[in-house]
């Protein structure tokens, strides 16, 4: 008697697991399903796998399959006729050693249980923390020099040519604008007041380096090993480490963290690299720049415009199109406004062209040819230093990740990782400016290197949250903000959903001197259906970034407009105009203050 229809579906799936080392029972369009081919292939081992959704016997065969194993979802594995389950358990197996068991492959001892490449804030938060959790640990660091040869020590874009540089010369234009605001306060000085750029460089430097060594220092505390090497893959867990004098070294790990970083972008113009300078070189330039041109409208070019305007320099920016993209376009467009009131010049709607040397020297002078966005027009100018801030690249296309299957995104090099940042190959994880989608900031990969550590090697499953990140860019006049911009917040939930509460409001400690009024601004944009709850908060103001990070933990915490209400403000202060913000801007009333 021939075999039912059901009995022959049975023997057929017992057939492919007879013939098939590796048996996987997917759908074509599963994510997961495309996860775990992809760790088999990580493995070097070939699979068979049935697209269910595109067979006639698939729902029947999934039947069986439920009979068998208990399982009704895919992927479903099988190995050596095993049954080893979906994604995650097949994942569990191989981190556990069972999966290598089953395929009959030897025991594999790696040289370390993590190597970190990149030995930025977030690679080292992430090393210092698996170390602590008893693991063996490396980091790889290496700082490819800039076109004019500038380099730097341990601890990545933020500490070395990022945020705490650009901080204290923010800081150092600050201090101007208060001795000018000092004598309205009564302070009589009668020497010539001038800043040099020399001392002010070297002190940032010797602070920038006791952080390097501090870094060191920690990493050898805790017992993680350092090398100054450039890491590239060279086959599966494997990697080749080139020191500054070309020797190559190769190390093993179970496990391996991308934390490479970006550097900045260049034009792509005749003259941009030998000519021009980048954030990577303007805080350790060993002479004062002059006459500046900064090229972009990027959170980068605006801070550095903005300080070096604040110390005395002549300083134009040659803006593309909009002012810090991504950012509320209101706050951003308020941002450029007080620059160009407070001697920042803008040329909009122009792109360089042409860059090239009139005379050489500390600075030398040098000739920019522009062209027009919009019309045929083209202008040129001279100026002692040319400083390109026009975006940023991900590290990642020269570190041998097509040798292992890493996939991403081949225009801008971003990494696409799933919500454990993990990588299409399961073993490599990846944190910071290069996930694809996720902001650049260096808390962020700080927070998301500790809690991956975590949960590879403790017993936390907390994940980063990229929601409600608070953040401020150091322009002259300092703009904090966390949750949704105004544009994206309608996008999201639709303008009538929203009601936006704003104010302009006039710092006490600018009355005396009678300087900017009703140039600082306040904005939340509420839910009206979610209890009016706060989804986005911008301030435009002096201390901002202080101010947004309290309010940052009240959103977490689910702030309401009704909560802001009640919160009683602490007076004179910039912050407490959020908990007296009355004026809608569908009302369109008057928010011009009159006085504090």
Same mark, same amino acid.
């Given at each position: ?154 601890? #990545?874009?933020?500490?070395? *040519? &990022?945020?705490?540089?650009?901080? +204290?010369?923010?800081?150092?234009? $600050?201090? %101007?604008?208060? !001795? ?109 720049? #002059?006459?500046?041109?900064? *090229? &972009?409208?990027?959170?980068?070019? +605006?801070?550095?415009?903005?300080? $070096?305007? %604040?110390?005395? !320099? ?283």
């Amino acid at each position: 008697m021939p075999p039912t229809g059901h009995d022959a579906l049975r023997s057929r799936v017992q057939e492919l697991l007879e013939k098939n080392l590796v048996m996987i029972f997917s759908k074509s369009y599963c994510p997961f399903c495309k996860r775990v081919k992809e760790l088999f292939t990580s493995l070097g081992r070939e699979y068979f796998a049935v697209e269910l959704d595109q067979s006639e016997d698939g729902s029947g065969i999934q039947e069986i399959l439920f009979e068998m194993t208990g399982q009704k979802t895919v992927p479903n594995v099988f190995v050596n006729k095993t049954h080893v389950g979906g994604f995650d358990k097949t994942q569990q197996a191989q981190q556990d050693g069972t999966l290598q068991k089953l395929l009959g492959m030897e025991a594999v001892t790696y040289d370390f249980d993590l190597i970190v490449i990149g030995g930025g804030s977030g690679g080292l938060a992430c090393s210092k923390e698996a170390a602590s959790l008893g693991k063996k640990v490396m980091v790889l660091d290496y700082v490819v020099p800039t076109p004019l040869g500038t380099s730097w020590g341990l601890g #990545g874009t933020c500490v070395n *040519v &990022g945020c705490i540089p650009k901080k +204290l010369m923010h800081q150092a234009a $600050l201090l %101007g604008q208060s !001795l000018k605001d000092s004598r309205k306060f009564g302070w009589e000085y009668d020497e010539q007041v001038q800043h040099n750029w020399e001392t002010m460089r070297q002190n940032i430097q010797d602070y920038i380096g006791s952080l390097n060594w501090g870094y060191r220092v920690a990493l050898r505390d805790k017992s993680v090993r350092y090398e100054n090497a450039y890491a590239e893959f060279v086959e599966p867990h494997k990697i080749k480490a080139t020191n500054k004098k070309g020797k190559e070294s190769f190390f093993t790990a179970e496990r391996f963290v991308l934390a490479t970083g970006e550097r900045p972008r260049y034009l792509d113009i005749p003259g941009d690299k030998e000519l021009c300078i980048t954030s990577d070189d303007l805080f350790s330039l060993d002479y004062c720049p #002059g006459k500046t041109l900064v *090229v &972009g409208a990027s959170y980068v070019a +605006l801070e550095c415009a903005g300080f $070096l305007a %604040g110390i005395g !320099l002549d300083v134009t920016v040659m803006v593309r199109s909009i002012f810090l993209r991504g950012f509320d376009q209101e706050m951003a467009e308020k941002a450029g406004a007080y620059m160009e009131t407070h001697g920042v010049k803008f040329i909009k709607k122009f792109v360089p062209t042409l860059v090239e040397q009139l005379e050489a020297g500390t600075p030398g002078r040098i000739r920019v040819v522009a062209k027009s966005t919009e019309t045929d027009a083209v202008i040129e100018g001279e100026y002692n230093t040319v400083l390109v801030a026009v975006g940023r690249d991900s590290c990642t296309k020269n570190i041998g990740l097509e040798k292992i299957g890493v996939k991403l995104n081949q225009r801008n090099g971003k990494i696409p990782v799933n919500d454990e940042e993990q990588t299409n190959v399961p073993y490599v994880y990846a944190i910071g400016d290069i996930l694809e989608g996720k902001l650049e900031l260096t808390p962020v990969a700080i927070q998301a290197g500790r809690l991956l550590a975590r949960r590879l090697y403790g017993d936390s499953n907390l994940k980063c949250d990229y929601i409600n990140v608070p953040t401020t860019v150091f322009t002259p006049m300092e703009y904090g903000c966390c949750g949704y911009p105004e544009e994206k917040a309608i996008e999201v939930f639709g303008e009538d959903t929203l009601e936006v509460y704003h104010t302009l409001f006039w710092p006490l400690e600018w009355t005396v001197p009678s300087r900017d009024n009703n140039q600082c601004f306040a904005k939340i944009i509420c839910n009206r259906l979610d209890n009016d709850r706060v989804i986005g908060f911008h301030i435009l103001g002096p201390n901002a970034g202080e101010i947004t990070q309290g309010f940052a933990a009240a959103m977490k915490c689910g702030l309401t407009k009704e909560k802001l209400d009640e919160t009683i403000g602490i007076h004179p202060t910039c912050a407490e105009v959020f908990t007296t913000m009355e004026v809608t801007k569908s009302s369109g009333g008057d928010i011009t203050q009159k006085g504090c």
